[in-house]
T-cell receptor, first 112, second 111 residues
């Protein structure tokens, strides 16, 4: 089954404690993205990757890091989380930016 | 100013009515336009895809793009309670750049 898998689904953490949200896809897609979704603001792109070792900033990259060492995986790293990063996060993959994006189930992150 | 503007709603309609949703945008380079549907506690799913200007119809759904006005629309005919969801427009300028989403419009179809 074609899917995008994010882990964990729910996470509560404290300010400053480094965390990683994993994302994996099994569709051999080149393009992968991370978004955060906040009420009234919709989906905002954090980072995107066009292929292995090729990444670029989206609209809200501050406070986040990503890496793309393998085609299937695209982890999101918060080196020093802060309460303003409390949000619902989605990973997505697609062939390209202009084709259908398949989304993971989301990760609800709370930073206290 | 956001590149993509979308009224967040909520938009409440009776079952069987036509739902009309729209987005405006400022970047004239956008040429790929999509509508996603998102049910509560789920990730978005692609509903409609349009390249450049024109109309596209798929069952009860019609997507329209007017590039001259920088305006896209989604119409849902004969709306059903199962259409209750948040609808997000999305657009990109090229194959390998950013994908910009609107804020999403919450639609409630009442029986």
């Amino acid at each position: 089954e074609a899917q995008v898998t994010q882990n964990p689904r729910y996470l509560i953490t404290v300010t400053g404690k480094k965390l990683t949200v994993t994302c994996s896809q099994n569709m051999n897609h080149e393009y992968m993205s991370w978004y955060r979704q906040d009420p009234g603001l919709g989906l905002r792109q954090i980072y995107y990757s066009m292929n292995v070792e090729v990444t670029d900033k989206g609209d809200v990259p501050e406070g986040y890091k990503v890496s793309r060492k393998e085609k299937r995986n695209f982890p999101l790293i918060l080196e020093s989380p802060s309460p303003n990063q409390t949000s619902l996060y989605f990973c997505a993959s697609s062939l390209r930016a202009d084709t259908e994006a398949f989304f993971g189930q989301g990760t609800r992150l709370t930073v206290v | 100013q956001k590149e993509v503007e979308q009224d967040p709603g909520p938009l409440s309609v009776p079952e069987g009515a036509i739902v009309s949703l729209n987005c405006t945008y400022s970047n004239s380079a956008f040429q790929y336009f999509m509508w996603y549907r998102q049910y509560s506690r789920k990730g978005p799913e692609l509903l409609m895809y349009t390249y450049s200007s024109g109309n596209k119809e798929d069952g009860r759904f019609t997507a329209q793009v007017d590039k001259s006005s920088k305006y896209i629309s989604l119409f849902i005919r004969d709306s059903q309670p199962s259409d209750s969801a948040t609808y997000l427009c999305a657009m990109s300028a090229d194959s390998w750049g950013k994908l910009q989403f609107g804020a999403g419009t919450q639609v409630v179809v009442t029986p």
